[in-house]
């Protein structure tokens, strides 16, 4: 079993940055971390994503070129830095973990409880 637990969440203006975490716990058995957001009436979508081996990461065209996905091995901890936030990036972000390198969320097998993200105009 794996607990993930997100932090970093809050209210931003637009442009401006915020650092998301995802520490991971348990038996970590995943290969990949990923990070996804759902707004309000959406379905939940891919953000981001990383391996835990070779740090190889992928993202979704919207966030591409404003945010970065990276993780500590050691303190078992991926972050989503996101710069140059926009309204639209308004939504609760959670991270999960999987052992399928993919976009789909739903082979993702464990899932943090989300934070919330919500840029103001």
């Known amino acids: 079993q794996v607990q993930l637990v997100e932090s970093g969440g809050g209210l931003v203006q637009a442009g401006g940055s915020l650092r998301l975490s995802c520490a991971a716990s348990g038996r970590t058995v995943s290969s990949v971390m990923g990070w996804f957001r759902q707004a309000p009436g959406k379905e939940r979508e891919f953000v981001a994503r990383i391996t835990w081996s070779d740090s190889s990461t992928y993202y979704a065209d919207s966030v591409k070129g404003r945010f970065t996905i990276s993780r500590d091995n050691a303190k078992n901890t991926v972050y989503l830095q996101m710069n140059s936030l926009k309204p639209e990036d308004t939504a609760t972000y959670y991270c999960?973990?999987?052992?399928?390198?993919?976009?789909?969320?739903?082979?993702?097998?464990?899932w943090g409880q989300g934070t919330q993200v919500t840029v103001s105009s």
């Open positions: 999960a973990a999987g052992s399928t390198i993919t976009t789909s969320r739903q082979l993702y097998i464990y």
